[in-house]
């Protein structure tokens, strides 16, 4: 594989002034009227056409993720979080009838039926299925929405403890939890367990008025309920609910029983003849938790390495993030939870946000995040920017499979042999482990979306029934029942991106089907990589997958051969 990397060159504008920005409505509505009015008369038309929309979303889009990504880098500046607003209320719900009215002008051009089959296919799908759900009514519901959904950030984000008179986000106190002295660890679990139920009440109101504002976009649009318009809404063609429920009961037959030798396994090193919910990331006395890194800049500078030893491409990708100051990875208070990627469609070099506090945790969510950064550049050359919003199954494909091509370079961040073990090991540990906390979400927001109208007991109820279904049954929860009833409540997904956590299930399989590859030929595995990200969304789910190397698919059959791949690599590691 011999790909270079090379700076990526940002379009010149053709349809919108060089120093156009985003102020108010009028001055952008302009350029709406105009796609709208304009006569489509000619294959040429329609092409320029299609390239003055995608122009106007990409300088749309990226406006919208710079006021997002400010605004979860500082939830405390009013500006910001007013800036945001401004844009959900004030510009997006305006935006939406025109782009309605842009879809069906497309799907009734005459010239629509000449585009290239092969590339236009997924697209002009989307398109169809985005005017058959419009609906006028279900305009300003999204937007509250949006600003509902952003709550559970800045209440999460002021989330903090104090342990030895110093203030840790819960984010910078799972590290504690790492800790050899089990009395430490049962402190620090007690006062975040303690902290997370003080808001226990206000985020169960606050996802009671979620849940009620998606089941009215849901009747607005015609289906009974929200779970059946959101498989519609995601663009999920490629599989059913079925598919999902036969997702369920593989992962508890053949990936819960992994998980529970490993819970073991720690139990036997940590010589616990009980384990407790402060025990699952602990290392027996005298044994440190892993440091890889001291703070995001030392965390930037060796992921770098890492990335250059798969590839100058992307160590290249990386390195111009930094240049451009396009990478904020340190955990503090007032920013936002959790991590992502944020494509900035326009300029093309995206931002990576993340909440690092010096774990191994942090190493896997920055070769996470890099993978989609990497995804973000290499589609980036694609001509229009709907080729580049792909689906969540081969998003996460790219950012999951490159924690795994990575792993075996984690020398950069441990020179120590044993502690390059423990780490690839803990990476084993959490893709085992999240198969069944992803079938237990997924199948709790399926209950959540087709019994509108429950109350918050029931909630609890069902959260208990299926949490239990996919438990290993080997951690003792006896005095924290009730944080353990409000447990997913840490689960942001539920909150801001409903129905989005499936996605992850089927891209960690396609993953471990591309380390598979790897480790059989890394050359080709990571040309096959690249080759497919590089497509972006201009091949269905299938085609993309089968030019990665692997299959779409995620049956009990598939799942039970992937696992008994896994199986060897963890006995590999010591783990019987």
């Not at 990200?533 to 789910?541: A, D, E, H, R, V």
Request: one cysteine or more; hydrophobic letters at 40%.
């Amino acid at each position: 594989m011999n790909r270079t990397f090379e700076p990526l060159k940002v379009k010149d504008r053709t349809f919108l002034p060089t120093n156009f920005t985003i102020t108010d409505w009028p001055s952008l509505q302009q350029y709406f009227d105009n796609l709208i009015n304009r006569q489509l008369s000619s294959p040429e038309e329609l092409t320029t056409w299609l390239h003055d929309i995608s122009e106007l979303e990409a300088v749309v889009s990226e406006d919208a993720c710079w006021r997002q990504i400010r605004m979860t880098c500082d939830t405390t500046n009013k500006e910001y979080e007013e800036a945001f607003t401004f844009f959900c209320m004030e510009i997006e719900p305006k935006i939406k009838p025109y782009s309605f009215e842009l879809n069906q002008k497309l799907l009734a051009c005459p010239f629509t039926k000449d585009l290239d089959k092969g590339s236009f296919f997924p697209y002009l799908r989307s398109v169809d299925n985005s005017v058959k759900l419009y609906r006028e009514e279900n305009v300003p519901l999204q937007a509250e929405l949006n600003l509902l959904a952003q709550q559970y950030g800045v209440t999460s984000g002021a989330m903090s403890i104090e342990v030895d008179g110093k203030e840790y986000t819960l984010q910078q106190a799972a590290r504690l939890l790492q800790s050899p002295d089990r009395s430490r660890r049962e402190m620090v679990f007690n006062k975040v367990a303690t902290r997370r139920l003080t808001d226990k009440d206000k985020l169960n109101e606050l996802f009671d008025k979620l849940l009620a504002h998606r089941h009215q976009v849901a009747v607005n649009a015609g289906f009974d309920n929200y779970r059946d318009y959101k498989f519609r809404e995601l663009g999920r063609f490629d599989y059913t609910p079925d598919d999902c429920f036969a997702f369920h009961n593989a992962v508890r037959e053949h990936i819960v029983p992994l998980q529970a030798m490993l819970v073991r396994h720690r139990q036997s090193r940590l010589g616990l003849d009980v384990m407790r919910p402060w025990d699952t990331d602990a290392e027996p006395a005298g044994t440190e938790p892993l440091h890889p890194f001291t703070d995001g800049k030392e965390l930037a500078e060796k992921a770098v390495e890492v990335f250059s030893r798969l590839s100058p491409y992307f160590a290249g990708c990386l390195t111009t993030m930094q240049q451009m100051s396009r990478l904020d990875l340190d955990s503090r208070k007032g920013k936002a939870p959790g991590g992502y990627n944020c494509p900035l469609a326009e300029t093309g070099v995206p931002f990576i946000f993340m909440n690092a506090a010096g774990t191994m945790g942090d190493v896997i969510t920055m070769m996470h995040e890099g993978g989609h950064a990497v995804h973000s550049f290499l589609s980036h050359p694609l001509a229009l920017s709907s080729f580049k919003e792909y689906p969540m199954e081969i998003a996460e494909l790219a950012s999951m499979s490159m924690e795994l091509f990575t792993m075996e370079h984690w020398d950069v961040f441990f020179k120590d042999e044993k502690e390059l073990h423990r780490a690839q090991l803990e990476e084993l540990e959490r893709i085992i482990s999240v198969l069944p906390w992803i079938a237990t979400i997924d199948k709790f927001q399926h209950w959540l979306y087709t019994h509108p109208g429950h109350t918050v007991a029931e909630r609890e109820q069902e959260w208990m029934n299926i949490l239990n279904e996919f438990s290993t049954g080997t951690i003792d929860w006896t005095g924290h029942e009730e944080y353990r009833r409000n447990f997913w409540q840490k689960q942001l997904h539920l909150f801001e991106v409903p129905f989005y956590y499936i996605e992850y299930g089927i891209a960690q399989l396609g993953a471990i089907a591309m380390w598979r590859q790897y480790r059989q030929n890394k050359e080709q595995a990571l040309e096959n990589y690249m080759n497919a990200l590089s497509l972006g969304y201009t091949k269905t789910l299938t085609e993309l997958y089968a030019t990665a190397g692997i299959r779409f698919d995620f049956s009990p059959a598939y799942i039970r051969e992937l696992a008994d791949f896994v199986v060897p690599a963890l006995k590999e590691m010591g783990v019987e």
